[in-house]
């Protein structure tokens, strides 16, 4: 099977997700364990949403003026 370098994930590990949000894991947990970052489990796996960590930046971006 040829592998597609074109694929878009539609979820993210902890680990990716902390990396991508300059924040540690642990941060990404509380996140997590608040509510506040949606997720779901495979086996003992978290994973995040592409989509839920997109509302998550858009809904922490702030608009206007500083």
């Known amino acids: ?10 979820a993210f590990s902890v680990s990716q997700v902390a990396t991508m949000l300059a924040l540690s894991s642990r941060t990404v947990h509380s996140l997590i364990h608040s509510g506040d970052l949606p997720h779901f ?9 592409e989509s839920a960590l997109r509302e998550f930046i858009e809904n922490r971006t702030q608009k206007g003026v500083a």
């Open 1 to 10: 099977m040829e592998k597609n370098q074109n694929i878009t994930p539609l």
């Open 41 to 49: 489990r495979v086996g003992v796996r978290v994973l995040v949403p």
